[in-house]
């Protein structure tokens, strides 16, 4: 550890303010660990102004002198060194910038660590993909305890509810729109910190829906918008897109390939804040760190789109299985939602249960490793066709149901849609 990273001068000013004035005590509660002292005699007064400060009792030399053990006692100098620490203090009034000194110290040694930390995995012969993930996650997760956002007062609280409450009387709460009128009607469209999913059989059109949405956001309105594409590659996707917005079939008028409709769509994805992620590890840990690294690049990051959940891994240790992973993957994911105050949609499979059923519409219990992903998730949405369960009546255009299973924010239906396969377009119906 680097002993120059400290300020010895902060940390006597915020203990003696402590016992100076116990009305800054929970600020400094609130703001400061013992751990963000150098000091270890500043650790063990911090500690036990903590403990007196739950109990309800009041701080002050004699008190704490008389809630340390004689052994403590001794290491931080005695009761003298309490009062003198007391005496240094005129006024409380700038115990916020000395709080943030203390903060600035403390972080530095955090990264003086961390950056041992790093060399020594370049030294323990993983591989560059977990060397990186693993730097980088250190790097991250510095001084996040102190850097995380504030806890609003509950006095703020309601004025946020009041307001969220004004917006749905006025018929104007959408928070991030999909682009489709009926599903933001019904949902609110998508709510940072929430974790929805797009589920559906194999080759229903999961994808092709989420990358209408994923349009729309990023395109449209300028959002920045990751997608992890597990089973897809980004020309695939960026085709997709192109042939949505345009109504051009590329597949099969490749004579259109680079008409002026096109080129002008092509123009607008290249100049937008959307990331496709198409080469990166399968790991959610990786997922994770990305995300976190791409929050600093981009600090209004929206959305973060995984296709599809059942291709990601999990370190679980120990012996492992299919429902630890997912289970682990969908917490993870829902933690990523609320730690990053983005949007998570992770686009998952159905078993095949519901083929051998009277009505084939999808359940919740028809998720793959349900469990965990209905109890974390906050919007479950399956894509249901028909004809999909017939080869002789497919068409062109299906009549699809966008069937929402669960919704913690308000009613749950359906919507329907038409989608179109040759230019992956869904288009909400009247029907």
Known sequence: MADFHYNQRAEMTVIGSMLEDNKVIPLCIEKLTSQSFFFNPHQIVFDACTKLNHENKPIDPVTLSSTLEEGELNRIGGIDYLFDLQGRIPTTANIEHYIDLVLDSHIRRQLDIGAKQIIQLTQEGLSIDETLINSQ???LTIGSDVMANEQLSISDQVNNAYEHLLKIEKGEYVEISTGYDKLDLLSDGFHRQEFAIVAGLSSVGKSAFMHNIIYDIAINNNCPVVLFCYESNHVQVIKRMVSAQSGVDIQANTKMAVSEDVMNILAKIKHSNLIIEDVCPRSVEYAVA????????????????FDHIHLMTADVGGYSNYEREVSKISATLKDLAKSLNIAVVGICQM????????????MLDDLRASGSLEQDSDLVMFIYREDYYDSFTISPVSATELIVRKNRNGPIG???FEYNRALSLFTETNI
């Open 290 to 305: 990305h995300c976190r690294r791409l929050k600093l690049e981009y600090p209004d990051l929206t959305l973060a789109v």
């Open 414 to 416: 359906t919507i329907n």
């Open 351 to 362: 078993s095949r249960a519901s083929i051998r059923r009277a009505d084939t519409r999808p």
């Open 137 to 139: 996650e250190l790097i």
